[in-house]
């Protein structure tokens, strides 16, 4: 069962947290068309910055809200990363306490600190897990809700398709579940509905977004791909995930022939000291073949709630 907070979107959607990409200028563009818009606490660079931009997301959100109290905006998220490396963790956490950020996604590991401290201002918590182990790990240390990250997710992705990922989770959680892995068109968003996910989980798809913090060449570089064009590597931060391979060609390296990487490589902390890994080699998921041009925000989500209805109208045909 969805909580009160989840329950009022325009479609059952989060866009996900892109690494660098994601901005306040992106949140609000997305919670303003109706779905819950997130960036990571880390993109806010240095870290005094992310009070800026929480300060900046919630007045322009309330500015809304006030001007349009029959449709307001829907609520956004803040995503924490809480492996080890991330030395300003509770730094992040104090200033989303402080400016009662209403959703967090959680990383890269649980903690029980992070949840209790969202759940003294009525926040909530989810966390994002690659299998059933890891999900019951996250429910055990507080997290409110789960989210699925099956194969042809983008980034870090996990290897499990979403039908056994999805049913292995619901037959023991009833919690908010939402799935995420080659999401881009709202006939896939209804699928994930039907497989059990309250609500489904798109990333790629919003970095071909006029708001968008990338590259024109990466917005162009997804417009023009498809799934064939995605590789799985764990060489770039030690956690495997989906990359376009073009970015890997661009890059000097071959994306059929890449050695292994490992945990030693990961190092959220300090992006600018690795920009291949970040700035040159693009993450993206298998769903891109939805996506033909690079639109706004509000032009995407309208396309996604056109195909979302229009794909309940043929079921119910």
Known sequence: MLPEILSGLRIPVIAAPLFIISNPKLVIAQCKAGIVGSMPALNARPKEQLEVELKMITEELDRYNDKNPDFPAAPFAINQIVHKSNERLMYDVELCVKYKVPITITSLGARVEVNDA??????????????????????????????????????????????????????????????????????????????????????????????????????????????DDIIYSNLFTGVHGNYLAPSVTAAGMDPHNLPEGDISTMNFGDWEKKPKAWKDIWGCGQGIGSVESILSTENLVSRLESEYLMAKTKLSA
């Open 118 to 227: 969202m759940h003294s201002v009525g926040g909530i918590t989810l966390h994002d897990i690659i299998n059933n182990r890891f999900a019951k790990k996250a429910v055990e240390k507080g997290a409110d809700g789960l989210i699925a990250v099956a194969a042809g997710a983008g980034g870090h992705a996990g290897r499990l398709s979403p039908f056994p990922l999805i049913a292995e989770i619901r037959s023991w959680f009833n919690g908010p579940l939402a799935l995420s892995g080659a999401i881009a068109s709202g006939d896939a968003v209804l699928a994930a509905n039907a497989m059990g996910a309250d609500l489904a989980y798109i990333g790629s798809a919003f970095i071909a977004t006029n708001e968008a913090r990338a590259d024109e060449r990466y917005k162009k570089m997804i417009v023009e791909s498809s799934a």
